[in-house]
């Protein structure tokens, strides 16, 4: 559990006293993990009214501001650097957070690593701590909703030293819900120590699409079952830990092979398909208690044959999700930023459409004055009732009372040292990630490698960022690993589309070495990583691929010599220690494919199905 302890130091007395008295809030010492553990006294008639008088104080503008999340630079809610206040004056019109929320009374602030939000986790608490002092500030004091992404694996926002668990994929192949939800709780309770309290994870999307540009490897797999398993149990564990867990994306975003960053995708699904692929992982979330659930920028025209994104469409937020599977918490968009939700329609009418279909959560849209001011006059013209607004502010404010936020917004940096990047929580990341490391191929029994007859290694390949900003490069944290583990290891990067220079330096480095690691990374039929593994694996020296992101890289590589082959499903240094130990024999290769691996030559047919994973 993370440790709200007491700072009402931070608080002045006449904030402290107003939020109190607005919400009726104020409880005794330990009330509030109990409301956290029962789940049930947030939704109480005497909580609900107590709301209800707080949200009758507030101004129009006050309760147009709760449900906006949005972005803004800067390390510091009210001292950022000064690169941080121009972007800040550029696109928001204001310095700093501290003004942002003043001027648009926003319900929550989202964290990102490219706006220089997530140094490290002390600077992040007092960041968290800065927005929650500027939340209670204002006219009518509310704490604020502080959001990120934080799936673990690929999208990770606050890296080292707090600890990095294996992404979804990964955890798919493990096939244990009992670590799917210890990695929840863990990696929930360093967020709740640093003022994050709503992680958009975990990712319910059933990863039904090889091509899909953009879940893959953030969805735990292909089978229905199987995801929404993983799931509830990643639900539970976020929410264990007392912060809110969001289940994204509605209605399911598993069967694109469009970006919904950039372009509109179209699901093809009838709503039979629908029924039984997309929304079991939905359901299990609901069933699980999830506190907020994102919504998708996608068409299905099976549920809303108008083709309107998910994000903007009443039968699919209000008919599907709110009636027919009967959720009545936090509905957040995703980014109305991505190309997506704007295809239709204008930025002023994204807002309005969004809240007529069913929205809670306007997530960091790209103009917050263009947003705002064309919802402000929505409500004011009649388009939207007062009401409808209402109604949202009240399931926000609902879960802050819930997460304790009502009672004591801050954290101290002493819950941080306690509790982010301890020993404990990083053995059990790596406890966790050596159960997912798959073994797909193994010629001749070459794995595990014998120090004795294969001590001198080179490791080459892909070294992608690192999604944290804080680990990698892949290829060094391979070798280093092995170092520990008593081999010679020399790294060498080539790239995900290595040129014949590179590719003829890795051959001259491969010369006298025991055997050769490759990084290989989303490999395609036209890859020049293929030539790299080829010419390699004509050197007569062992090569052993490691695919560091999607796990279909194999099929391509079929034919070119390679003598094992692994899936990591991640970059991030707790797989690829993982599966370093794995080609070491440090741990057995207990992962199997979450989703099916298609043969190059001909898709129809699957090379290794759903399941599948050697062992020694």
């Known amino acids: 559990m993370h440790h709200r302890t007491s700072r009402r130091t931070l608080l002045t007395a006449t904030a402290a006293t107003a939020v109190i008295a607005a919400t009726g809030a104020a409880v005794a010492p330990g009330a509030v993990a109990a409301q956290k553990s029962s789940g049930g006294s947030h939704n109480s008639a005497v909580t609900t009214r107590r709301l209800k008088r707080l949200i009758s104080r507030m101004s129009l503008e006050e309760k147009i501001g709760q449900l906006f999340v949005m972005r803004v630079y800067g390390h510091s809610a009210t001292d950022p650097d000064q690169a941080d206040i121009d972007a800040n004056l550029a696109e928001i019109g204001v310095r700093t957070a501290a003004e942002m929320i003043a001027k648009y009374h926003v319900g929550g602030i989202i964290y990102f690593t490219w706006a220089h939000n997530t140094r490290d986790p002390h ?8 927005i929650q002092r500027a939340g209670l500030a204002g006219p009518t004091p509310l704490p604020l909703l502080v959001s990120t992404d934080q799936e673990h694996g690929i999208v990770c926002r606050v890296g080292e030293p707090a600890t990095l668990m294996p992404g979804a994929m990964a955890l798919g192949a493990g096939r244990s819900r009992s670590d799917a939800r210890k990695a929840g709780q863990i990696a929930g309770a360093e967020l709740a120590a640093i003022g994050i309290c709503q992680n958009y994870a975990p990712d319910a999307d059933v990863n039904v699409n090889p091509a899909n540009p953009v ?3 953030r969805s735990f797999g ?3 079952q199987a995801v929404a398993g993983m799931v509830a149990a990643q639900v539970k564990g976020y929410q264990s830990a007392g912060i809110a867990s969001t289940a994204k994306h509605f209605p399911g975003h598993g069967d694109t092979s469009t970006d919904s960053h950039t372009g509109l995708p179209v699901i093809g699904h009838t709503r039979e398909q629908w029924a039984e692929l997309d929304a079991p992982p939905f359901r299990a979330a609901i069933a699980a208690g999830i506190d907020s659930i994102m919504t998708a920028h996608i068409v299905v025209p099976a549920l809303d044959p108008s083709e309107d994104p998910a994000t903007l469409s009443r039968p699919i937020l209000t008919g599907i999700l709110r009636e027919e599977l009967g959720y009545d918490g936090v ?4 980014s109305l930023g991505m190309e997506g939700v704007r295809t239709k329609y204008g930025d002023k009418r994204v807002p309005v459409l969004a809240v007529q279909a069913g929205v809670d959560q306007l997530l960091n849209p790209p103009s917050l004055d263009v947003s705002w001011n064309a919802l402000l006059a929505a409500v004011k013209s009649g388009e939207i009732s007062e009401a409808r607004i209402e109604e949202s502010i009240l399931r926000i404010l609902r879960l802050k009372t819930k997460l304790g936020l009502f009672d004591d917004p801050f954290v101290s940096h002493r819950g941080v040292d306690r509790t982010v990047g301890t020993r404990s929580h990083l053995a059990a990341a790596d406890r966790i990630a050596e159960h997912t490391t798959t073994l797909l191929a193994n010629e001749g029994s070459l794995l595990p490698l014998s120090r004795r007859s294969h001590r001198n290694l080179l ?12 680990t990698g490069p892949p290829t060094t944290t391979m070798a280093e690993e092995f170092k520990q583990l008593g081999y010679a290891a020399t790294a060498l990067s080539t790239g995900t589309a290595p040129t014949r220079a590179g590719i003829d330096a890795a051959v001259a480095a491969a010369q006298g070495k025991d055997a050769v690691i490759v990084g290989t990374y989303n490999v395609t039929a036209t890859s020049s990583q293929r030539t790299l593994v080829s010419a390699l694996a004509a050197t007569g020296v062992p090569v052993i ?7 279909y890289d194999i099929a391509q590589l079929t034919g070119t010599g390679q003598a094992a082959s692994l899936a990591a499903y991640s970059w991030t240094d707790v797989e690829l220690r993982a599966a370093a130990r794995v080609i070491a024999g440090r741990a ?3 992962g199997t494919l979450p989703v099916p691996v298609q043969r190059a030559d001909d898709p129809a047919k699957v090379l290794h199905p759903v399941g599948y994973g050697l062992s020694y």
Not at 331 to 334: A, G, K, Q, R, S
Not at 545 to 551: D, E, K, L
Request: aromatic fraction near 0%.
């Open 123 to 130: 600077q992040i608490a007092d960041l968290s701590n800065g």
């Open 331 to 334: 509905v957040v968009t995703d």
């Open 215 to 217: 879940i893959g490897v």
């Open 222 to 224: 292909s089978d229905p």
């Open 459 to 470: 490791v080459v390949g892909a070294d992608p960022a690192s999604p944290s900003g804080t």
């Open 588 to 590: 057995e290769p207990e």
């Open 545 to 551: 691929t490691v695919a560091i992101r999607n796990p």
